[in-house]
Each structure stands twice: as structure tokens, then as C-alpha cells.
């Protein structure tokens, strides 16, 4: 499957985005999909994670109660909500699909190319 992400921009502190993450090349069928970002300088680390029912999401402590995952299968697309956005959530999100829900990125195969999210004012 391939994955395109988009969806970034620039904010300003407080303000809200809303992430997508489109499968083309076939359906996410039982994938369960994650969304990671990498921020200059540093590691890629864990955002969220939704199941392939959209039925179990699990996310990041920094993020939890500010993003929000939802998905629908039929327009094989997944979507990441953020709000309450802070400078520090600055960095590209990139989604990938994986067998399980984790928060590991090694447990993940196909990644999308990235969209770049900036908070700033």
C-alpha cells in the first residue's frame, strides 16, 4: 500500500490542524495505522495509533486529550485532529501501517512521505 500524508501548515499556538492520511494501491483492509513525527534534530517518536475497526486508539502522553483519531474505511483514509496545538508539536507526521497497534516503529511497514506541521506565531 502506498501512503500520502497531508494536511500540514503553519498554525499559530492554540490553533487546530486536521492530518490525512490516504491508501492508494489497495485498501488499509486490517491494517491498524499510526501517525509519528520527527522534529528537527530529533528522533521520530509515537503519536497515535488507531486499530482497523477505528474501534481502539491509543496515543502519545503529549498529545492525549489534544488529537484525536478517526478513520473511514471506505474512502481508505485516516484522520488525525489536533487541537490545542504548541509550538513543540512542530515537526513532519508521517503515517505507516502496521499487522498490530503499536506504538513502535519498527512494527510498521508502509510510511507515507511526511507532511510538515510548524506552530508557530
Known amino acids: 500500500v502506498q501512503l500520502q500524508a497531508s494536511g500540514g501548515g503553519l498554525v499559530q499556538p492554540g490553533g487546530s490542524l486536521r492530518l490525512s492520511c490516504a491508501a492508494s494501491g489497495r485498501t488499509f483492509g486490517r491494517d491498524a495505522l499510526g501517525w509519528f513525527r520527527q522534529a528537527p534534530g530529533k528522533e521520530r517518536e509515537f503519536v497515535a495509533a488507531?486499530?482497523?475497526?477505528?474501534?481502539?486508539?491509543y496515543y502519545a502522553d503529549s498529545v492525549k486529550g489534544r488529537f484525536t483519531l478517526s478513520r473511514d474505511n471506505a474512502r481508505n483514509t485516516v484522520y488525525l485532529q489536533m487541537n490545542s496545538l504548541k509550538p513543540e508539536d512542530t515537526a513532519v507526521y508521517y503515517c505507516?501501517?502496521?499487522?498490530?497497534?503499536?506504538?513502535?516503529?519498527?512494527?510498521?511497514?508502509?510510511w507515507g512521505q511526511g507532511t510538515l506541521v510548524t506552530v508557530s506565531s
Open positions: 505507516a501501517t502496521s499487522d498490530v497497534i503499536s506504538s513502535l516503529d519498527t512494527d510498521f511497514g508502509s
Open positions: 488507531i486499530s482497523w475497526s477505528g474501534g481502539y486508539t
